[in-house]
Each structure stands twice: as structure tokens, then as C-alpha cells.
């Protein structure tokens, strides 16, 4: 062996590595791990090694990596395979330069010590050998670049002189290389950590199970950075023994396939309490395309798990059968009555097609009303016979948008016997005129069933129910309700006393009589602790029938002589009072007097009770859902705007008018600097979800607003990390970035219908925008639009449901807005009044509206 004159360190890497312990071989074998990980071009290093075989006139040249193992990063002159790349580093000549730490060079190599026995040589690859150590700008000696030939050759220091020149080349490749994926990954972190306030980033490198958490993810799982050890084993200690068998599957899944990683699971902390987490992940290739590092994010889901539950209890204590189905008539819930009803169980059910698990519904009535169900958007009711479970039912299908919900109860026994009725009336023309009484009354109350459930408005239902009884049935008719379930529609939160009842409706065939039972209703206290009338069926659940009312029971119930002599002025006669129950749960009570010239059809008025409850309660639960999402939704959108001097600004949210779930509209200002960033959007969906997916983007688009992103970029970079921050299907969005200085407005917009523009003597305008994606869809560019501000011009933004009509065009709903501008000068506050106004959505549209309006103010 042969040292040549050449730029040498002050003493051999080994005798340093020697001195410095285990800790500089760990660190060495750590910074090229971290090079293997950045994922080189092959044609960085491969141009340099094919100039240093051609400037040294040698057959072969090559860059070799040491860790545990030698890995060839670059060759020229041989075709390696992928696993030939990879071998045991005593095996290389090249850990022979690593370890002296200088040039060797070595004319005929199997006349050496040191190397004649090593394989290469042996194997007379490797006749002569010259190779210069890469040593980092930290002393460390990451491998070597060589060249060789078959054939014995002297080395010149010359030739020292130029390998040591392209080594230095190779050393700056590789630490531009790695620093790159250094500053990428610190930004992927930082931009998943700080992006969504309650999302938390890891880093799991595959081979040594070393794993990087942030403070989010410590904090979740119940360690501080004093306990934490950044290692795999510090997680599998806090998930649950019952679901770490199930992660793993899942890991192993993804490092397999070099894919994607997702996973549900309960952690347990360090007090015993439990938590559930999403956690979701890419796998990422290193140098030679081998599972590198998973990187993902993860977040506490144990409030959503535990709202699903009680929706699933809710729907597990409903007596009425129930399934749902997706858009692809999937099976995706089925309850535990409908489990009983099918004699399937939802194991067995869920995620597959009903017409492939009942194939003799398919082509029948029951696919049939299914389809006009989801083509209408609108509940079908129907009855029918299903052969397979020998039975009738009455099934009521409503639509949502995504898919199909269906209650159904058996009723064969209520079929047997209208059958039994309709073929003993055969004979005689007395029990002709009964069928036909029978088939009058299930006329009646098939037609009580769709009136009663056309309208999801309790004091709609009640005045349905009302035109049913009134005067066919009964001269008048009074509804009570308990004060739980008559506080929403009597406006408040709470009624007090527990035990009291409320007369929520009632209606007389005279009207001059109605006003007196009115008045005399208002006057008299009711409680379910009453002995008689409506107070006492609500507290007992047990139905009131009183062929007259004596006049003991007037003065009983009189709390005064004024309000007796109106009781005694009222014609009460004969009164029927039916409970209103439904899912288990008594409503209220329904007190019908008789009609006159007649008598009362108890069990018809038991029939109509039953329907009446169950449209008031779904009418009841619909308004209790639409009020909890439309104060979540405004709970997440802010209720001021930043002040900015020269400039006044208004919004205004409008909820949908229809459906029963609010949407994902929403609006933004954020101060930057003089600056003022302004942005709209509109989530896909409705309901509790769509809105916290709202607020999740809302807190995403601030972070990166005052990260500084302009509006183009905010959106280029939201694109592409929406699949790991956020969980919904599309979003559209529109982001303006407005300079006071220069009074230039910067606009982007993702699928966003464009800004309007009004200035004073002109006509109003909308700005030219090249929108990109909705987001959620796929990644795309953004372009920006640019214009500068005419002197006192208004800025208006809004979200689709202020210019979309069922019934008309969006390009003339856009117009329709642009005129309602034309010749005004108005405050923002006023811009937003007169707009709504103009547009016809003071009291809301079918879809919900969202504006945001900036002006000069001078």
C-alpha cells in the first residue's frame, strides 16, 4: 500500500473514531443513514464518477457508502442490481480508505496485506486501487471515491490530486442533498403541527424504530419531553393490549407496500383513563427505494366516538325497525330491531348490497320506491308483502345526501285482520258497508299519515292535526304538551317546573267559541300531577274518555268565579283525551270533544294520536338538531372583524331556510401588518361534521395567512396536504390579500365564485379569475389576479347560496347580483341589508349564504 501525496487529516478516521468511542461511529453511521434518507438523483453522483474513470483513464469508478454495511450510491463501468448495491462493509476496499482516513492507493492489490484477500481482489475485479475518504465538514468519513482497474497500474500524486478534487465535489452533492431533506422534513412538521391546533406530526424511522413526536402527540399520550423516549416502544407502552395486535397489521401493511398508513385505536394513560386517536401516514422510499421513515399525523377522536355512540344508542331504542343504506346501496347501520325483523345479523349486513343480500326485493316495489326516494329527494311510505320473511310491512324511506334511511315495523297481524274483516263482510251488504267503513277509515288515516309528515314544523304538524279532527271528528280540539318538549316551541330553554303542561295548539269550529277556549285555556293550570283531563293522560300515559263533564269537575277546576262562568259559556260535551307517544317517549295529549249531531271514532282518533306523535317528535327532533348545528356553526365563524385604519368592514351568515342540518359556509379577516387577508369558502356537506371541517380549515387558512403565504401559494399548499390535515371531501375557497399602501387587491380562488366590485358612478364588476380546484379534489396551480381599488370602491365576497336558485341559472343569479349594486353608495353594514333583500334571502335560501364586504372609508 502506497500513500501519495494529497490533502490528509490530522490523524486516521479510525484513530478518531477510536478516541471519540462508540458515539463517533454512531454518529457517522447516523449521518449517512440520514443521506441514504434524502433520496439522491442518481445522476448527481453518476456524473461524477463517470469524470473521474475518464480524467484517470481507469475502467471502473465508484461512490461507496459506509454504515452497518457498504452501499454503492454511484458506479460506473459495471451494471449493479439494486441488492448488488448493498454488501458487508468488510468485504470493500473501501473501508480501508474510511478507516486510515486519507488516500490510499495501492498499485497492485493482490501483492497487499490489507486487501489482497478481500473478494474483489480475489476475484481479480480489482488489480489496482486508488480511493480518497468523503469526510464531512464535522471530520466524519461517510465512505469513499475510488477508482480501479483489472490490471496493476502506478499511481501518480497527480492522480491523488484529482480524485481528491472530485471527492470534495461528491462530499458537497451529498450535504446539499441531505441538508434539502433535512429543511423539507423540519417544514412538513412544522407546517402539520402548527396547520391544525389539535393535530399532532410523527416521524417513524423504519430500521432502528427511532420515533419523533411533536408536543401535541407527547402531551396526547400522557408523557412530557422529560419521560418521552424517541422510540417506537414508547407508543406500543400506551396503546390499549387490544388494539396494538390491529396497529401493527396495519403498519406492516404499509412498510410492505411502501404506502399509505391508517389506523383507529384507544391509548391508555398514565391514570388509567382511555382515549381514541386517528392516525394517518405515508411510508417514504430512502436511496435505494426501501421503506425509509413513516410520516404522518394523528389526533384525539374520543368526543366523535363518543357522539356516534349516542347516536347509535338513540338508535338502538327506537321500537321501529331501522337500517341505512350509502350511495351505492351498501348496507352502513342496521339496528338492533331491524336485526331482529331480517333475521340477519349487522355483522353479517354491514358493507354489503341489499339487493345482493335480499335478491327478492330486487325488481320488486321495494326497489322501486328506494329509487323514487333518492330521485325525488323526497320520504315514500309504502306497504308490502316480502315472501322471504312471510310478512307485511310498512316501511317509510327518507333520502339523504348520502344515501338512504329506512324505518319499517311489521304489521301482518293489522293485515291478517283487515283481511279477516274484508271476507267476513262478503256475505251480507251490513258487513259490505263495514269493509267499506274500514277501507274509508285506512283511506283516512293513510292520508293523516302523509299530511302529518309533509311538514317537519311542530306548529305546522299540530295545525295539520288540527284540520284532520276539526269538524270531521269533534267540535274542538286542545294539544298539551309536557314542558320539556313545549320549551322549543314556546322559545325557551328551559320552562321550570318539570311537572307543568303547556297548551301548545287548539282550534274550535266556531270561531267566537275558539276565542273563549282560548281565553279559558290560558287561564287554567295543568300539571301531569292532575287526577283528570289532559294533564293526568300525560302523567299516566293511560287515554281520558268523559260521556259528559259535571259541573263539579268545572268548579274543580276553576280557579275563580270569572273562570268558571267561561267554562260553564264553553259547550264541552262528551270528551275523548288520547296520550301522544312516541319512540317510548309521552309527548303530550290530545283532548277531542265530541262532534256535533255524532259520536267520537275512538280507535280512528287513537290511530291519528299515534301518527300525529310520531310527526311531531320527528319535527321536534329535526328543530333540536338544526339549533345545535346552527350554534355550532356560528360558534366557529368569528363575530368580529380586524379593524384596519381606512377601511370598514361587515358580514352576514344566513342558515338554510330548508333540510335539517346546517352547512359549511363561512368567511374570515385577518390583520397582516397594514395588510388585510380576506377569505370565504363553503365546505360540501351539512351538518355537525361539514361545520367542525369548517372550523378545521378556518384555523388551517389563518396559520398559513400569518405564515405569510400569498393568496396563490396559500392555496397551492393547503392543496396538497389537505389528504393528511383534513378529512373532507371538497371545498371551494376564496383567498384576497388587500395592501393598503398600494391598494391593490391580490385574489386566488379554488373553485370560488369571483369577488364583485362596485365603485361610485360606475357599474359594478366582477373580478377575472382563473380559479384552480376545489379543494379536496386533486393538487393544481392557482393563479393570482391582481387590480388596484378605484377610490371608495366596495368589495363584496359571498358563497354560492346567495345567487343559486333551483329554479334558475347561477349566470343569472350572478347578474342579479351585480345590478342590486348598480347606483348605490352604501355602508358594508348596509351593502350586506340590501343585498339579502334585493337577492330575496332576508329570511334565508335553500343553501347558506355567507357575505363579507369591505370599503374605503376615506
Same mark, same amino acid.
Given at each position: 500500500?502506497?500513500?501519495?501525496?494529497?490533502?490528509?487529516?490530522?490523524?486516521?478516521?479510525?484513530?478518531?473514531?477510536?478516541?471519540?468511542?462508540?458515539?463517533?461511529?454512531?454518529?457517522? *453511521?447516523?449521518? =449517512?443513514?440520514?443521506?441514504?434518507?434524502?433520496?439522491?438523483?442518481?445522476?448527481?453522483?453518476?456524473?461524477?464518477?463517470?469524470?473521474?474513470?475518464?480524467?484517470?483513464?481507469?475502467?471502473?469508478?465508484?461512490?461507496?457508502?459506509?454504515?452497518?454495511?457498504?452501499?454503492?450510491?454511484?458506479?460506473?463501468?459495471?451494471?449493479?442490481?439494486?441488492?448488488?448495491? =448493498?454488501?458487508?462493509?468488510?468485504?470493500?476496499?473501501?473501508?480501508?480508505?474510511?478507516?486510515?482516513?486519507?488516500?490510499?492507493?495501492?498499485?497492485?492489490?493482490?501483492? &497487499?496485506?490489507?486487501?489482497?484477500?478481500?473478494?474483489?481482489?480475489?476475484?481479480?475485479?480489482?488489480?489496482?486501487?486508488?480511493?480518497?475518504?468523503?469526510?464531512?465538514?464535522?471530520? !466524519?468519513?461517510?465512505?469513499?471515491?475510488?477508482?480501479?482497474?483489472?490490471?496493476?497500474?502506478?499511481?501518480?500524486?497527480?492522480?491523488?490530486?484529482?480524485? $481528491?478534487?472530485?471527492?470534495?465535489?461528491?462530499?458537497?452533492?451529498?450535504?446539499?442533498?441531505?441538508?434539502?431533506?433535512?429543511?423539507?422534513?423540519?417544514?412538513?412538521?412544522?407546517?402539520?403541527?402548527? $396547520?391544525?391546533?389539535?393535530?399532532? /406530526?410523527?416521524?417513524?424511522?423504519?430500521?432502528?424504530?427511532?420515533?419523533?413526536?411533536?408536543?401535541?402527540?407527547?402531551?396526547?399520550?400522557?408523557?412530557?419531553?422529560?419521560?418521552?423516549?424517541?422510540?417506537?416502544?414508547?407508543?406500543? &407502552?400506551?396503546?390499549?393490549?387490544?388494539?396494538?395486535?390491529?396497529?401493527?397489521?396495519? !403498519?406492516?401493511?404499509?412498510?410492505?407496500?411502501?404506502?399509505?398508513?391508517?389506523?383507529?385505536?384507544?391509548?391508555?394513560?398514565?391514570?388509567?383513563?382511555?382515549?381514541?386517536?386517528?392516525?394517518?401516514?405515508?411510508?417514504?422510499?430512502?436511496?435505494?427505494?426501501?421503506?425509509?421513515?413513516?410520516?404522518?399525523?394523528?389526533?384525539?377522536?374520543?368526543?366523535?366516538?363518543?357522539?356516534?355512540?349516542?347516536?347509535?344508542?338513540?338508535?338502538? /331504542?327506537?321500537?321501529?325497525?331501522?337500517?341505512?343504506?350509502?350511495?351505492?346501496?351498501?348496507?352502513?347501520?342496521?339496528?338492533?330491531?331491524?336485526?331482529?325483523?331480517?333475521?340477519?345479523?349487522?355483522?353479517?349486513?354491514?358493507?354489503?348490497?341489499?339487493?345482493?343480500?335480499?335478491?327478492?326485493?330486487?325488481?320488486?316495489?321495494?326497489?322501486?320506491? %328506494?329509487?323514487?326516494?333518492?330521485?325525488?329527494?323526497?320520504?315514500?311510505? %309504502?306497504?308490502?308483502?316480502?315472501?322471504?320473511?312471510?310478512?307485511?310491512? +310498512?316501511?317509510?324511506?327518507?333520502?339523504?345526501?348520502?344515501?338512504?334511511?329506512?324505518? %319499517?315495523?311489521?304489521?301482518?297481524?293489522?293485515?291478517?285482520?283487515?283481511?279477516?274483516?274484508?271476507?267476513? =263482510?262478503?256475505?251480507?251488504?251490513?258487513?259490505?258497508?263495514?269493509?267499506?267503513?274500514?277501507?274509508?277509515?285506512?283511506?283516512? !288515516?293513510?292520508?293523516?299519515?302523509? @299530511?302529518?309528515?309533509? /311538514?317537519?314544523?311542530?306548529?305546522?304538524?299540530?295545525?295539520? #292535526?288540527?284540520?284532520?279532527?276539526?269538524?270531521?271528528?269533534?267540535?274542538?280540539?286542545?294539544?298539551?304538551?309536557?314542558?320539556?318538549?313545549?320549551?322549543?316551541?314556546?322559545?325557551?330553554?328551559?320552562?321550570?317546573?318539570?311537572?307543568?303542561?303547556?297548551?301548545?295548539?287548539?282550534?274550535?269550529?266556531?270561531?267566537?267559541? +275558539?276565542?273563549?277556549?282560548?281565553?279559558?285555556?290560558?287561564?287554567?293550570?295543568?300539571? =301531569?300531577?292532575?287526577?283528570?283531563?289532559?294533564?293526568?293522560?300525560?302523567?299516566?300515559?293511560?287515554? +281520558?274518555?268523559?260521556?259528559?263533564?259535571?259541573?263539579?269537575?268545572?268548579?274543580?277546576?276553576?280557579?275563580?268565579?270569572?273562570?268558571?262562568?267561561?267554562?260553564?259559556?264553553?259547550?264541552?260535551?262528551?270528551?275523548?283525551?288520547?296520550?301522544?307517544?312516541?319512540?317510548?317517549?309521552?309527548?303530550?295529549?290530545?283532548?277531542?270533544?265530541?262532534? /256535533?249531531?255524532?259520536?267520537?271514532?275512538?280507535?280512528?282518533?287513537?290511530?291519528?294520536?299515534? @301518527?300525529?306523535?310520531?310527526?311531531?317528535?320527528?319535527?321536534?327532533?329535526?328543530?333540536?338538531?338544526?339549533?345545535?348545528? *346552527?350554534?355550532?356553526?356560528?360558534?366557529?365563524?368569528?363575530?368580529?372583524?380586524?379593524?384596519?385604519?381606512?377601511?370598514?368592514?361587515?358580514?352576514?351568515?344566513?342558515?338554510?331556510?330548508?333540510?335539517?342540518?346546517?352547512?359549511?359556509?363561512?368567511?374570515?379577516?385577518?390583520?397582516?401588518?397594514?395588510?388585510?387577508?380576506?377569505?370565504?369558502?363553503?365546505?360540501?356537506?351539512?351538518?355537525?361534521?361539514?361545520?367542525?371541517?369548517?372550523?378545521?380549515?378556518?384555523?388551517?387558512?389563518?396559520?398559513?395567512?400569518?405564515?405569510?403565504?400569498?393568496?396563490?401559494?396559500?392555496?397551492?399548499?393547503?392543496?396538497? $396536504?389537505?389528504?393528511?390535515?383534513? &378529512?373532507?371531501?371538497?371545498?371551494?375557497?376564496?383567498?384576497?390579500?388587500?395592501?393598503?399602501?398600494?391598494?391593490?387587491?391580490?385574489?386566488?380562488?379554488?373553485?370560488?365564485?369571483?369577488?364583485?366590485?362596485?365603485?361610485?358612478?360606475?357599474?359594478?364588476?366582477?373580478?377575472?379569475?382563473?380559479?384552480?380546484?376545489?379543494?379536496?379534489?386533486?393538487?393544481?396551480?392557482?393563479? +393570482?389576479?391582481?387590480?388596484?381599488?378605484?377610490?371608495?370602491?366596495?368589495?363584496?365576497?359571498?358563497?354560492?347560496?346567495?345567487?343559486?336558485?333551483?329554479?334558475?341559472?347561477?349566470?343569472?343569479?350572478?347578474?342579479?347580483?351585480?345590478?342590486?349594486?348598480?347606483?348605490?353608495?352604501?355602508?358594508?353594514?348596509?351593502?350586506?341589508?340590501?343585498? #339579502?333583500?334585493?337577492?330575496?334571502?332576508?329570511?334565508?335560501?335553500?343553501?347558506?349564504?355567507?357575505?363579507?364586504?369591505?370599503?374605503?372609508?376615506?
Amino acid at each position: 500500500m502506497t500513500s501519495l501525496n494529497a490533502p490528509q487529516p490530522a490523524e486516521p478516521a479510525a484513530a478518531r473514531e477510536a478516541e471519540g468511542g462508540p458515539d463517533t461511529a454512531e454518529r457517522r *453511521i447516523a449521518a =449517512v443513514r440520514r443521506i441514504l434518507t434524502a433520496g439522491l438523483p442518481p445522476e448527481s453522483l453518476d456524473r461524477l464518477t463517470r469524470l473521474a474513470a475518464e480524467l484517470l483513464e481507469t475502467e471502473y469508478a465508484q461512490v461507496s457508502l459506509l454504515a452497518d454495511e457498504q452501499i454503492v450510491a454511484s458506479v460506473y463501468g459495471l451494471d449493479l442490481e439494486p441488492e448488488d448495491r =448493498v454488501g458487508p462493509a468488510a468485504d470493500s476496499l473501501c473501508s480501508v480508505t474510511v478507516s486510515d482516513g486519507a488516500a490510499v492507493a495501492i498499485g497492485d492489490t493482490a501483492a &497487499d496485506d490489507r486487501v489482497g484477500h478481500l473478494p474483489p481482489v480475489v476475484s481479480g475485479l480489482v488489480g489496482a486501487y486508488l480511493g480518497i475518504p468523503l469526510t464531512d465538514r464535522h471530520g !466524519l468519513s461517510l465512505g469513499a471515491l475510488c477508482v480501479y482497474d483489472r490490471k496493476p497500474r502506478t499511481w501518480t500524486a497527480r492522480d491523488v490530486a484529482i480524485l $481528491s478534487e472530485l471527492a470534495a465535489s461528491v462530499v458537497a452533492e451529498l450535504e446539499l442533498r441531505a441538508l434539502a431533506a433535512d429543511l423539507s422534513t423540519s417544514s412538513a412538521r412544522l407546517d402539520l403541527t402548527l $396547520s391544525a391546533a389539535d393535530i399532532g /406530526s410523527f416521524d417513524l424511522e423504519v430500521a432502528s424504530g427511532h420515533l419523533t413526536w411533536d408536543d401535541r402527540l407527547v402531551s396526547l399520550f400522557g408523557y412530557d419531553r422529560g419521560t418521552f423516549v424517541e422510540h417506537w416502544d414508547s407508543f406500543a &407502552d400506551r396503546a390499549h393490549p387490544d388494539d396494538l395486535p390491529r396497529v401493527m397489521e396495519s !403498519l406492516t401493511r404499509a412498510i410492505e407496500t411502501v404506502g399509505n398508513f391508517s389506523a383507529e385505536y384507544r391509548i391508555v394513560l398514565p391514570d388509567g383513563a382511555t382515549r381514541w386517536v386517528q392516525a394517518r401516514g405515508q411510508v417514504l422510499p430512502d436511496l435505494l427505494g426501501r421503506p425509509g421513515r413513516l410520516l404522518g399525523v394523528a389526533y384525539d377522536v374520543t368526543e366523535l366516538r363518543s357522539t356516534r355512540d349516542r347516536l347509535a344508542g338513540l338508535l338502538e /331504542s327506537m321500537t321501529d325497525a331501522f337500517y341505512s343504506l350509502d350511495a351505492s346501496w351498501h348496507f352502513s347501520y342496521v339496528n338492533g330491531q331491524a336485526e331482529r325483523l331480517l333475521g340477519r345479523g349487522r355483522e353479517d349486513l354491514l358493507g354489503k348490497v341489499i339487493w345482493d343480500e335480499f335478491p327478492e326485493a330486487f325488481g320488486t316495489v321495494f326497489q322501486a320506491n %328506494f329509487e323514487r326516494a333518492v330521485e325525488t329527494g323526497e320520504m315514500v311510505t %309504502f306497504e308490502e308483502f316480502y315472501p322471504p320473511l312471510d310478512g307485511w310491512f +310498512e316501511l317509510r324511506a327518507w333520502p339523504s345526501p348520502d344515501g338512504l334511511s329506512v324505518y %319499517f315495523h311489521e304489521i301482518t297481524a293489522r293485515r291478517q285482520a283487515q283481511e279477516e274483516r274484508e271476507a267476513a =263482510v262478503e256475505d251480507s251488504g251490513r258487513a259490505y258497508a263495514a269493509a267499506e267503513a274500514a277501507n274509508t277509515r285506512l283511506a283516512l !288515516l293513510a292520508d293523516a299519515s302523509s @299530511r302529518l309528515s309533509a /311538514s317537519l314544523e311542530p306548529r305546522a304538524v299540530l295545525q295539520t #292535526l288540527s284540520d284532520l279532527v276539526v269538524p270531521r271528528f269533534g267540535q274542538w280540539v286542545v294539544v298539551a304538551l309536557r314542558a320539556d318538549t313545549a320549551a322549543p316551541m314556546l322559545g325557551r330553554d328551559d320552562t321550570g317546573d318539570a311537572d307543568r303542561v303547556y297548551v301548545v295548539h287548539l282550534a274550535h269550529e266556531n270561531p267566537e267559541q +275558539e276565542d273563549a277556549l282560548r281565553t279559558l285555556v290560558g287561564s287554567l293550570p295543568l300539571s =301531569v300531577r292532575d287526577e283528570v283531563g289532559v294533564g293526568a293522560v300525560i302523567g299516566t300515559g293511560v287515554s +281520558e274518555w268523559l260521556p259528559q263533564v259535571p259541573d263539579t269537575a268545572l268548579v274543580a277546576d276553576a280557579p275563580d268565579e270569572e273562570t268558571l262562568a267561561r267554562l260553564r259559556a264553553v259547550e264541552v260535551g262528551a270528551t275523548l283525551t288520547v296520550p301522544l307517544v312516541s319512540r317510548g317517549r309521552r309527548l303530550g295529549a290530545i283532548r277531542v270533544s265530541e262532534p /256535533s249531531g255524532g259520536s267520537l271514532d275512538r280507535a280512528l282518533l287513537f290511530d291519528v294520536a299515534a @301518527r300525529a306523535a310520531v310527526a311531531l317528535d320527528n319535527a321536534l327532533l329535526y328543530g333540536a338538531e338544526r339549533r345545535n348545528g *346552527i350554534t355550532l356553526q356560528r360558534s366557529l365563524l368569528p363575530q368580529d372583524l380586524p379593524e384596519v385604519p381606512g377601511l370598514e368592514l361587515a358580514y352576514e351568515y344566513l342558515p338554510g331556510a330548508t333540510g335539517a342540518q346546517v352547512g359549511g359556509d363561512w368567511y374570515q379577516g385577518i390583520r397582516l401588518g397594514d395588510d388585510l387577508i380576506l377569505a370565504i369558502g363553503d365546505v360540501m356537506g351539512h351538518g355537525m361534521r361539514s361545520a367542525a371541517r369548517m372550523g378545521q380549515l378556518r384555523a388551517i387558512v389563518a396559520t398559513l395567512a400569518l405564515e405569510g403565504h400569498r393568496p396563490g401559494e396559500l392555496l397551492r399548499r393547503l392543496s396538497q $396536504s389537505s389528504d393528511l390535515l383534513l &378529512d373532507l371531501e371538497l371545498a371551494t375557497l376564496l383567498v384576497a390579500h388587500y395592501s393598503v399602501a398600494e391598494r391593490t387587491l391580490t385574489v386566488a380562488s379554488a373553485g370560488h365564485p369571483p369577488p364583485l366590485l362596485a365603485e361610485p358612478g360606475g357599474e359594478p364588476w366582477f373580478v377575472d379569475l382563473t380559479p384552480g380546484p376545489p379543494i379536496g379534489t386533486f393538487p393544481g396551480d392557482y393563479p +393570482e389576479t391582481v387590480v388596484t381599488l378605484p377610490e371608495d370602491a366596495t368589495l363584496v365576497l359571498y358563497t354560492d347560496g346567495l345567487v343559486e336558485n333551483r329554479d334558475d341559472s347561477l349566470d343569472h343569479g350572478l347578474e342579479r347580483l351585480r345590478r342590486s349594486l348598480r347606483g348605490q353608495r352604501l355602508a358594508p353594514k348596509e351593502v350586506c341589508a340590501h343585498v #339579502l333583500k334585493t337577492m330575496g334571502r332576508t329570511q334565508g335560501a335553500d343553501d347558506d349564504v355567507a357575505m363579507l364586504v369591505m370599503s374605503q372609508s376615506g
